[in-house]
Protein backbone atom coordinates (compact mmCIF):
# COMPACT_ATOMS: atom_id res chain seq x y z
CA UNK A 1 0.00 0.00 0.00
CA UNK A 2 1.78 3.36 -1.02
CA UNK A 3 1.38 6.85 1.20
CA UNK A 4 -1.71 8.13 -0.56
CA UNK A 5 -3.56 4.39 -0.63
CA UNK A 6 -3.09 4.52 2.90
CA UNK A 7 -4.21 8.33 3.39
CA UNK A 8 -7.05 7.20 1.67
CA UNK A 9 -7.74 4.03 3.54
CA UNK A 10 -6.99 6.23 7.19
CA UNK A 11 -10.03 8.82 5.66
CA UNK A 12 -12.40 5.38 4.49
CA UNK A 13 -11.99 4.25 8.65
CA UNK A 14 -12.54 8.39 9.51
CA UNK A 15 -15.83 8.00 7.58
CA UNK A 16 -16.47 4.63 8.89
CA UNK A 17 -16.54 5.95 12.68
CA UNK A 18 -18.57 9.27 11.76
CA UNK A 19 -21.49 7.13 10.45
CA UNK A 20 -21.28 5.12 13.34
CA UNK A 21 -21.32 8.22 15.30
CA UNK A 22 -23.84 9.33 13.57
CA UNK A 23 -26.11 6.32 14.01
CA UNK A 24 -25.83 6.13 17.33
CA UNK A 25 -26.37 10.15 17.11
CA UNK A 26 -29.75 8.96 15.44
CA UNK A 27 -30.86 6.46 17.44
CA UNK A 28 -30.58 8.85 20.46
CA UNK A 29 -32.01 11.12 18.53
CA UNK A 30 -34.95 9.51 18.52
CA UNK A 31 -35.04 8.11 21.80
CA UNK A 32 -34.40 10.43 24.22
CA UNK A 33 -36.85 10.37 26.75
CA UNK A 34 -37.83 6.86 26.16
CA UNK A 35 -34.35 4.94 26.85
CA UNK A 36 -32.98 4.74 30.60
CA UNK A 37 -30.98 7.65 31.71
CA UNK A 38 -28.11 5.39 32.24
CA UNK A 39 -28.25 4.16 28.82
CA UNK A 40 -28.92 7.50 27.11
CA UNK A 41 -25.23 8.18 29.22
CA UNK A 42 -23.31 5.26 27.88
CA UNK A 43 -24.48 5.88 24.44
CA UNK A 44 -23.82 9.28 24.32
CA UNK A 45 -19.93 8.95 25.72
CA UNK A 46 -19.60 6.28 23.19
CA UNK A 47 -20.67 8.75 20.80
CA UNK A 48 -18.51 11.13 21.84
CA UNK A 49 -15.65 8.32 21.27
CA UNK A 50 -16.77 7.48 18.06
CA UNK A 51 -16.33 10.87 17.00
CA UNK A 52 -12.93 11.35 18.87
CA UNK A 53 -12.06 8.02 16.67
CA UNK A 54 -13.48 9.69 13.27
CA UNK A 55 -11.34 12.53 14.21
CA UNK A 56 -8.05 10.60 14.60
CA UNK A 57 -8.10 9.11 11.43
CA UNK A 58 -8.85 11.66 9.74
CA UNK A 59 -5.45 13.33 11.21
CA UNK A 60 -3.75 9.77 10.42
CA UNK A 61 -5.05 10.17 7.08
CA UNK A 62 -3.62 14.18 6.99
CA UNK A 63 -0.40 13.03 7.81
CA UNK A 64 -0.48 9.85 5.53
CA UNK A 65 0.51 8.02 9.00
CA UNK A 66 -1.14 4.99 7.97
CA UNK A 67 1.24 2.81 6.44
CA UNK A 68 1.41 -0.93 7.28
CA UNK A 69 -2.05 -1.00 7.29
CA UNK A 70 -2.37 -3.70 4.23
CA UNK A 71 -2.65 -6.56 7.19
CA UNK A 72 -6.23 -5.78 8.06
CA UNK A 73 -7.19 -3.85 5.72
CA UNK A 74 -9.50 -6.75 4.13
CA UNK A 75 -10.87 -7.59 7.44
CA UNK A 76 -11.34 -4.30 8.43
CA UNK A 77 -13.34 -3.43 5.29
CA UNK A 78 -14.89 -6.43 4.89
CA UNK A 79 -16.85 -5.92 8.70
CA UNK A 80 -17.78 -2.20 7.89
CA UNK A 81 -20.38 -3.35 5.64
CA UNK A 82 -22.07 -5.27 7.69
CA UNK A 83 -21.76 -3.21 10.76
CA UNK A 84 -23.03 -0.03 9.21
CA UNK A 85 -26.30 -2.17 8.15
CA UNK A 86 -26.74 -4.19 11.57
CA UNK A 87 -26.57 -0.34 13.15
CA UNK A 88 -29.16 0.67 10.98
CA UNK A 89 -32.04 -1.82 11.94
CA UNK A 90 -30.85 -2.53 15.16
CA UNK A 91 -33.94 -1.15 18.02
CA UNK A 92 -32.70 -2.25 21.06
CA UNK A 93 -30.44 0.15 23.28
CA UNK A 94 -28.23 -2.77 24.47
CA UNK A 95 -27.49 -4.02 21.43
CA UNK A 96 -26.22 -0.78 20.15
CA UNK A 97 -24.30 -0.29 22.97
CA UNK A 98 -22.40 -3.86 22.57
CA UNK A 99 -21.15 -3.12 19.06
CA UNK A 100 -20.29 0.27 20.20
CA UNK A 101 -18.21 -0.81 22.81
CA UNK A 102 -16.89 -3.73 20.26
CA UNK A 103 -16.19 -0.85 17.70
CA UNK A 104 -14.81 1.55 20.25
CA UNK A 105 -12.08 -1.74 20.77
CA UNK A 106 -11.55 -2.21 17.12
CA UNK A 107 -10.63 1.65 16.77
CA UNK A 108 -7.80 1.29 19.33
CA UNK A 109 -6.45 -1.71 17.96
CA UNK A 110 -6.15 -0.31 14.16
CA UNK A 111 -4.84 3.12 15.88
CA UNK A 112 -1.95 0.82 17.78
CA UNK A 113 -1.81 -1.52 14.47
CA UNK A 114 -2.37 -4.41 17.37
CA UNK A 115 -3.53 -7.55 15.62
CA UNK A 116 -4.59 -9.38 17.76
CA UNK A 117 -7.09 -6.82 19.33
CA UNK A 118 -8.42 -6.06 15.53
CA UNK A 119 -9.13 -10.15 15.49
CA UNK A 120 -11.12 -10.17 19.07
CA UNK A 121 -12.99 -6.89 18.40
CA UNK A 122 -14.13 -8.24 15.11
CA UNK A 123 -14.88 -11.65 16.30
CA UNK A 124 -17.14 -10.24 19.32
CA UNK A 125 -18.32 -7.87 16.30
CA UNK A 126 -19.51 -11.12 14.53
CA UNK A 127 -21.44 -11.76 17.26
CA UNK A 128 -22.70 -8.67 18.17
CA UNK A 129 -24.45 -7.78 14.89
CA UNK A 130 -26.52 -11.10 14.53
CA UNK A 131 -28.13 -10.13 18.04
CA UNK B 1 17.51 29.72 -59.88
CA UNK B 2 15.95 31.90 -57.92
CA UNK B 3 12.80 30.53 -56.01
CA UNK B 4 9.27 32.16 -57.03
CA UNK B 5 8.18 34.88 -53.91
CA UNK B 6 4.99 32.76 -53.35
CA UNK B 7 6.40 29.39 -52.64
CA UNK B 8 9.39 31.31 -50.80
CA UNK B 9 6.65 32.72 -48.57
CA UNK B 10 5.13 29.40 -48.04
CA UNK B 11 7.85 27.91 -47.07
CA UNK B 12 8.62 30.64 -44.40
CA UNK B 13 5.34 29.85 -42.87
CA UNK B 14 5.64 26.12 -42.96
CA UNK B 15 8.98 26.64 -40.95
CA UNK B 16 7.05 29.52 -38.39
CA UNK B 17 4.18 26.75 -38.07
CA UNK B 18 6.42 24.39 -37.54
CA UNK B 19 8.66 26.14 -34.64
CA UNK B 20 5.62 27.40 -32.92
CA UNK B 21 3.78 23.66 -32.94
CA UNK B 22 5.53 22.74 -29.56
CA UNK B 23 3.53 25.83 -27.40
CA UNK B 24 1.13 25.44 -30.65
CA UNK B 25 -2.93 26.25 -29.31
CA UNK B 26 -4.25 23.43 -27.58
CA UNK B 27 -7.39 25.70 -27.20
CA UNK B 28 -9.15 22.91 -25.42
CA UNK B 29 -6.11 22.14 -23.21
CA UNK B 30 -6.06 26.40 -22.48
CA UNK B 31 -9.31 26.22 -21.44
CA UNK B 32 -8.95 23.24 -18.89
CA UNK B 33 -5.89 25.13 -17.83
CA UNK B 34 -7.55 28.17 -17.58
CA UNK B 35 -10.70 26.67 -15.32
CA UNK B 36 -8.56 24.94 -12.92
CA UNK B 37 -6.12 28.22 -12.26
CA UNK B 38 -9.78 29.80 -11.45
CA UNK B 39 -10.86 27.19 -9.39
CA UNK B 40 -7.55 26.66 -7.64
CA UNK B 41 -7.61 30.25 -6.75
CA UNK B 42 -10.69 30.67 -5.36
CA UNK B 43 -10.34 27.75 -3.15
CA UNK B 44 -7.12 29.47 -1.68
CA UNK B 45 -9.11 32.55 -1.20
CA UNK B 46 -11.78 30.88 1.15
CA UNK B 47 -11.86 31.65 4.92
CA UNK B 48 -12.81 28.50 6.62
CA UNK B 49 -9.41 26.55 7.20
CA UNK B 50 -7.37 24.55 10.35
CA UNK B 51 -7.39 27.94 12.15
CA UNK B 52 -11.31 27.99 11.84
CA UNK B 53 -12.10 24.45 12.28
CA UNK B 54 -9.86 24.39 15.56
CA UNK B 55 -11.65 27.34 17.26
CA UNK B 56 -15.45 25.94 16.47
CA UNK B 57 -13.93 22.38 18.08
CA UNK B 58 -11.80 24.22 21.32
CA UNK B 59 -15.50 25.00 22.20
CA UNK B 60 -17.45 22.46 20.61
CA UNK B 61 -16.20 19.68 21.84
CA UNK B 62 -15.42 21.19 25.66
CA UNK B 63 -18.87 20.75 26.79
CA UNK B 64 -20.01 22.88 29.60
CA UNK B 65 -16.60 24.82 30.96
CA UNK B 66 -16.32 26.02 33.70
CA UNK B 67 -14.76 29.22 32.86
CA UNK B 68 -14.17 31.22 29.66
CA UNK B 69 -10.78 30.45 29.67
CA UNK B 70 -11.58 27.06 29.60
CA UNK B 71 -12.34 27.52 25.79
CA UNK B 72 -9.54 29.81 24.82
CA UNK B 73 -8.26 28.50 21.65
CA UNK B 74 -4.37 28.54 21.53
CA UNK B 75 -4.53 28.17 17.70
CA UNK B 76 -2.25 30.84 15.96
CA UNK B 77 0.23 27.77 14.62
CA UNK B 78 -2.87 26.79 13.04
CA UNK B 79 -2.37 30.31 10.69
CA UNK B 80 0.43 29.50 10.02
CA UNK B 81 -0.78 26.15 8.35
CA UNK B 82 -3.45 27.89 7.15
CA UNK B 83 -0.51 29.88 5.15
CA UNK B 84 1.09 27.19 3.69
CA UNK B 85 -1.78 25.64 2.27
CA UNK B 86 -2.23 28.60 0.89
CA UNK B 87 1.10 28.44 -0.50
CA UNK B 88 0.47 25.14 -2.01
CA UNK B 89 -2.51 26.36 -3.84
CA UNK B 90 -0.26 29.53 -4.97
CA UNK B 91 2.02 27.16 -6.94
CA UNK B 92 -0.49 24.99 -8.51
CA UNK B 93 -2.39 28.57 -9.93
CA UNK B 94 1.21 29.64 -11.27
CA UNK B 95 1.09 25.88 -12.71
CA UNK B 96 -2.05 25.93 -14.45
CA UNK B 97 -1.54 29.65 -15.63
CA UNK B 98 2.15 28.26 -17.29
CA UNK B 99 0.59 25.83 -18.78
CA UNK B 100 -2.90 27.91 -20.14
CA UNK B 101 -0.11 30.03 -21.32
CA UNK B 102 1.77 27.60 -23.29
CA UNK B 103 -0.93 26.02 -24.66
CA UNK B 104 -2.21 29.27 -25.97
CA UNK B 105 0.95 31.76 -26.56
CA UNK B 106 -1.58 34.48 -26.93
CA UNK B 107 -3.11 34.39 -23.65
CA UNK B 108 -1.82 36.63 -21.00
CA UNK B 109 -1.57 35.60 -17.00
CA UNK B 110 0.09 37.60 -14.17
CA UNK B 111 1.70 35.18 -12.55
CA UNK B 112 1.78 35.72 -8.75
CA UNK B 113 5.10 34.58 -7.05
CA UNK B 114 5.54 31.61 -6.55
CA UNK B 115 6.51 31.43 -3.42
CA UNK B 116 8.63 29.37 -1.19
CA UNK B 117 8.18 25.45 -0.66
CA UNK B 118 5.86 24.34 2.26
CA UNK B 119 8.73 22.68 4.56
CA UNK B 120 7.81 19.34 6.46
CA UNK B 121 6.81 20.07 10.02
CA UNK B 122 4.02 20.62 12.98
CA UNK B 123 1.86 22.96 13.26
CA UNK B 124 -0.26 23.04 16.51
CA UNK B 125 -2.92 20.24 15.28
CA UNK B 126 -1.74 20.42 11.53
CA UNK B 127 1.45 18.31 10.16
CA UNK B 128 3.04 18.47 7.04
CA UNK B 129 4.78 14.95 5.98
CA UNK B 130 8.12 14.68 4.19
CA UNK B 131 6.10 13.75 1.40
CA UNK B 132 4.36 16.41 0.79
CA UNK B 133 6.97 18.47 1.41
CA UNK B 134 9.16 17.03 -1.39
CA UNK B 135 5.78 17.19 -3.77
CA UNK B 136 5.82 20.72 -2.92
CA UNK B 137 9.38 21.25 -3.44
CA UNK B 138 9.19 19.55 -6.92
CA UNK B 139 6.67 22.07 -7.89
CA UNK B 140 8.72 24.95 -7.21
CA UNK B 141 11.91 23.62 -8.84
CA UNK B 142 9.65 22.33 -11.86
CA UNK B 143 7.83 25.90 -12.27
CA UNK B 144 11.48 27.67 -12.13
CA UNK B 145 12.17 25.61 -15.42
CA UNK B 146 9.16 26.12 -16.91
CA UNK B 147 8.53 29.91 -16.13
CA UNK B 148 12.12 30.82 -17.20
CA UNK B 149 14.68 28.86 -19.07
CA UNK B 150 13.83 28.51 -22.53
CA UNK B 151 9.90 28.66 -21.57
CA UNK B 152 8.89 28.66 -25.84
CA UNK B 153 11.36 26.13 -26.73
CA UNK B 154 9.20 23.09 -24.09
CA UNK B 155 6.79 20.87 -25.24
CA UNK B 156 3.54 20.14 -23.92
CA UNK B 157 5.64 16.84 -22.74
CA UNK B 158 7.71 18.73 -20.43
CA UNK B 159 4.92 20.48 -18.54
CA UNK B 160 2.87 17.03 -18.27
CA UNK B 161 6.26 15.25 -17.24
CA UNK B 162 5.69 17.48 -14.17
CA UNK B 163 2.24 17.67 -13.92
CA UNK B 164 2.72 13.84 -13.77
CA UNK B 165 5.21 13.52 -10.89
CA UNK B 166 4.73 16.63 -8.50
CA UNK B 167 1.75 18.21 -9.43
CA UNK B 168 -0.50 15.67 -9.90
CA UNK B 169 0.34 13.92 -6.09
CA UNK B 170 0.07 17.47 -4.32
CA UNK B 171 -3.10 17.83 -5.93
CA UNK B 172 -4.40 14.46 -4.69
CA UNK B 173 -2.90 15.24 -1.16
CA UNK B 174 -4.79 18.25 -1.23
CA UNK B 175 -7.58 16.68 -1.77
CA UNK B 176 -7.33 13.97 0.89
CA UNK B 177 -6.90 17.14 2.95
CA UNK B 178 -9.93 18.93 1.97
CA UNK B 179 -11.87 15.73 2.17
CA UNK B 180 -10.82 14.93 6.17
CA UNK B 181 -11.46 18.77 6.75
CA UNK B 182 -15.07 18.22 5.37
CA UNK B 183 -15.32 15.07 7.61
CA UNK B 184 -14.11 16.79 10.63
CA UNK B 185 -16.81 19.69 10.01
CA UNK B 186 -19.32 17.10 9.87
CA UNK B 187 -17.98 15.75 13.39
CA UNK B 188 -18.28 19.08 14.51
CA UNK B 189 -22.58 18.91 13.48
CA UNK B 190 -22.79 15.55 15.49
CA UNK B 191 -21.15 16.74 18.28
CA UNK B 192 -23.28 20.03 17.77
CA UNK B 193 -26.32 18.48 17.22
CA UNK B 194 -25.53 16.01 20.40
CA UNK B 195 -25.42 19.00 22.86
CA UNK B 196 -28.33 20.74 21.23
CA UNK B 197 -30.18 17.91 21.84
CA UNK B 198 -29.08 17.01 25.16
CA UNK B 199 -29.67 20.51 26.23
CA UNK B 200 -32.99 20.88 24.96
CA UNK B 201 -34.41 17.68 26.17
CA UNK B 202 -33.23 17.84 29.71
CA UNK B 203 -33.32 20.95 30.74
CA UNK B 204 -36.34 22.22 32.97
CA UNK B 205 -36.82 25.81 32.39
CA UNK B 206 -38.21 26.79 29.28
CA UNK B 207 -36.51 30.13 29.08
CA UNK B 208 -33.23 28.25 28.50
CA UNK B 209 -34.80 26.07 25.28
CA UNK B 210 -35.41 29.05 22.93
CA UNK B 211 -31.98 30.27 22.99
CA UNK B 212 -29.96 26.91 22.59
CA UNK B 213 -32.72 26.25 19.72
CA UNK B 214 -31.72 30.33 18.28
CA UNK B 215 -27.96 29.40 18.76
CA UNK B 216 -27.88 25.74 17.23
CA UNK B 217 -29.76 26.87 14.13
CA UNK B 218 -27.38 29.81 13.62
CA UNK B 219 -24.21 27.62 13.83
CA UNK B 220 -25.50 24.53 12.13
CA UNK B 221 -25.97 27.14 9.14
CA UNK B 222 -22.63 28.24 9.48
CA UNK B 223 -21.30 24.96 9.38
CA UNK B 224 -23.18 23.49 6.93
CA UNK B 225 -21.74 26.27 4.13
CA UNK B 226 -18.37 25.25 5.45
CA UNK B 227 -19.02 22.24 4.35
CA UNK B 228 -20.40 23.27 1.11
CA UNK B 229 -17.22 25.02 0.53
CA UNK B 230 -15.56 21.63 1.00
CA UNK B 231 -17.22 19.30 -0.60
CA UNK B 232 -17.13 21.36 -3.93
CA UNK B 233 -13.92 21.44 -3.37
CA UNK B 234 -12.90 17.86 -3.33
CA UNK B 235 -14.99 17.45 -6.27
CA UNK B 236 -13.16 20.78 -8.05
CA UNK B 237 -10.09 18.80 -7.28
CA UNK B 238 -11.56 15.40 -8.67
CA UNK B 239 -12.04 16.87 -11.67
CA UNK B 240 -8.68 18.74 -12.07
CA UNK B 241 -6.98 15.41 -11.16
CA UNK B 242 -8.50 13.49 -14.11
CA UNK B 243 -8.58 16.15 -16.55
CA UNK B 244 -4.58 16.50 -15.82
CA UNK B 245 -4.74 12.32 -16.23
CA UNK B 246 -6.43 12.92 -19.57
CA UNK B 247 -3.94 15.06 -21.01
CA UNK B 248 -1.44 12.70 -20.12
CA UNK B 249 -2.94 9.36 -21.82
CA UNK B 250 -3.60 11.68 -24.59
CA UNK B 251 -0.10 13.45 -25.21
CA UNK B 252 0.46 12.07 -28.97
CA UNK B 253 -3.26 12.56 -29.84
CA UNK B 254 -4.59 16.17 -28.70
CA UNK B 255 -5.76 17.34 -31.43
CA UNK B 256 -8.21 14.34 -31.86
CA UNK B 257 -12.15 15.01 -31.77
CA UNK B 258 -12.35 12.44 -28.59
CA UNK B 259 -9.76 14.10 -26.37
CA UNK B 260 -11.17 17.45 -27.34
CA UNK B 261 -14.69 16.43 -26.43
CA UNK B 262 -13.99 14.86 -22.97
CA UNK B 263 -11.53 17.79 -22.46
CA UNK B 264 -14.20 20.08 -22.78
CA UNK B 265 -16.57 17.96 -20.56
CA UNK B 266 -14.16 18.66 -18.08
CA UNK B 267 -14.23 22.35 -18.48
CA UNK B 268 -17.45 22.70 -18.27
CA UNK B 269 -17.60 20.73 -15.08
CA UNK B 270 -15.06 23.44 -13.72
CA UNK B 271 -17.29 26.23 -14.93
CA UNK B 272 -20.17 24.91 -13.79
CA UNK B 273 -18.80 24.93 -10.11
CA UNK B 274 -17.23 28.29 -10.88
CA UNK B 275 -20.50 30.32 -11.40
Same mark, same amino acid.
Given at each position: M?????A?F?????R?Y?????QVG???????G?????Q?T????????? %?????????LS???A?E????Y??KVQ??T?D?N??????????T??????N??????????K????????LT???????? | ??M?L??R????L??C???FA????????N???T???????KQRA??????A????S????H????HLR???C??D????A?A??????????????AL??FA????Y??FA? %????????T??????S?Q??????YV???????T????K????KV????Y??S???LI?????R???????????Q???????????????D??????VL?????K????????A?Y?????????I?AG???IV???????S???????M???????SN??
Amino acid at each position: MDQVAAAQFANFIARFYQNLATQVGNYLHENIGNIPADQFTILSNDQTRL %ISYSNTFFALSDTIAFEGADVYFKKVQNATNDINDALKTIQKADTVITIAANVIALAGGIVSKNTSMITTALTALKGAVKL | MTMPLSLRNSILLFFCAAVFAGCASVKEVNAFATGSRQALDKQRAENFGYYAYYHDSTYLYHYLPDHLRDVDCHCDAEKQADAHIAGEYNQLCSYFAALARFADPGAYFNFAP %IGAPVPAGTYGHVNFSAQEASYSAYVATALTTLTTTGYKAKKIKVFMAEYRDSVAPLIMLLKIRADNLAGRIVNLQLQLDRTADSLISYTTDKAVKMPVLFVYEQKRKELDASLAHYQQRVKELETIIAGGQLIVDNLDNLHSQSFKNKMMGFVNALASNYH
